[in-house]
């Protein structure tokens, strides 16, 4: 089919793409028990069972995950020899957080100033939708093996994907891997994000006194706990703003697209007069050098609040980590400064929460080949290359897992889609052109791996 032919196809197919994505963000597909009926996630699986049935996928299932979450497979056979490609989503949302937030309601899709707004709509529903509209356009005509692979709990990080793919790693080989989770840097820009930062969270705790004490009658003399916290967490950063924990390189440099200051003040709602934090630029910042944040804080309100020094308080930290770093050799850099940086003499104890590697992505081969001329071709424009600040713990388990297989991040979650926040939304053009992105790539990946 020619590249016209494909175009038009699509083209004709987006009300059905918006009929679908209605469809999934009524589902409250939020995987916390808590926050969301269970049967709203279990709605979403059955229709997407249904779905991918329909489109001639064979043995879609649903498999129960260590963290009770449900996977979703299914396959479709092509040539003898063809290569085979797996399609990655995620089919959990985000919770609404504040629905007066909202200018439409959080679980209908709602149409306004040319986007699509409702919970899900980018974060991953878009990309779902995007999937299924790429396969319609090939009707059958397919000239490579296609695996699916959707995961029930991505937003909550517990895992259960993580556990299910080594232990069903033939279900699933494959020799691309797109991770549709992902998405341009704006709005036409077509991109592909080539890393991702890791994590390495701790919780700190600091004690001083056996109890809270009066500050009038001891105040002055007494250690403060929260006093001494606060000094602390201050030693992560200099006057700039650069993370600095000793021992963890700050000064890396990123070599792919730029990110303008303008543009990341909007996406980042930062208030007019507010500077931006650190010496380098921005895609310095946020795709190449570490970054502690704090959190939350274990201390008295200010409502309710007595005048008393404190014995003890806690905060949680969360350091991002770049490509090139070990995440855990950097947990244990931040808990080696913070024991330096306290004062007083004061007892400090650290928990390790979670620690995970950053994630570098394909930058070569037939597959990133094939997948920068179709974004070229869908798009009209030359491929950016940026990172992303956020981790996908799964893509260094399909790494590990898959070790010659190419493993591609992109998707439809440009910066204006607010994923995870109120009026979340999408761009129609995005999934519309994504879908050209998807088919051109499953249509010419078989010609450019025979020529490799």
Known sequence: MSDEALRERIRGLMPQAQADLTEMVGFRSVHDPAQSP???????????????????????AAHETSDGSKAVTGSLAGPDDAPTVLLYFHHDVQPPLDDAAWDSPVWSLTERGGRWYGRGAADCKGNIATHLTALRALDGDIPVNIKIIGEGSEEQGTGGLEDFVPKNSELLRADAILVCDAGNFAVGRPSLTTSLRGIANIVVTV???????????????????LAALISMLASLRDADGNTTV?????DAVWEGVDYPADAFRRDATVLDGVD???????????WARPAATVLGIDCPPVVGSSAAIQAKARARINLRVPPGM????????LIAHLED????????SFEREADGSPFTGSTSGAGFDTMVDAMTTAYGTDVLLQGQGGSIPLCNVFAETFP?????????????????APNESVDPSEIENMAIVEAMFLRDYPARLNRS
């Open 404 to 420: 010659d297989a190419e493993i591609m991040l992109l998707g439809v979650e440009e910066p204006l889609c607010l994923i995870h």
């Open 326 to 333: 070990n995440a855990r050799h950097a947990q244990d850099a």
């Open 341 to 348: 940086a306290a004062p007083w003499h004061v007892n400090v």
């Open 207 to 225: 004690e001083t006194l056996s109890s809270a004490m009066h500050s009038g009658m001891f105040g002055g003399a007494a250690p403060d706990a």
């Open 276 to 286: 931006l934090v650190g010496s380098g630029r921005v895609s310095d910042m946020v």
């Open 246 to 250: 000793a021992g963890l390189k700050s």
């Open 38 to 60: 269970p049967e709203e996630c279990d709605k979403m699986v059955d229709w997407l069972q249904e779905t991918f049935t329909s489109l001639g996928l064979a043995e879609v």
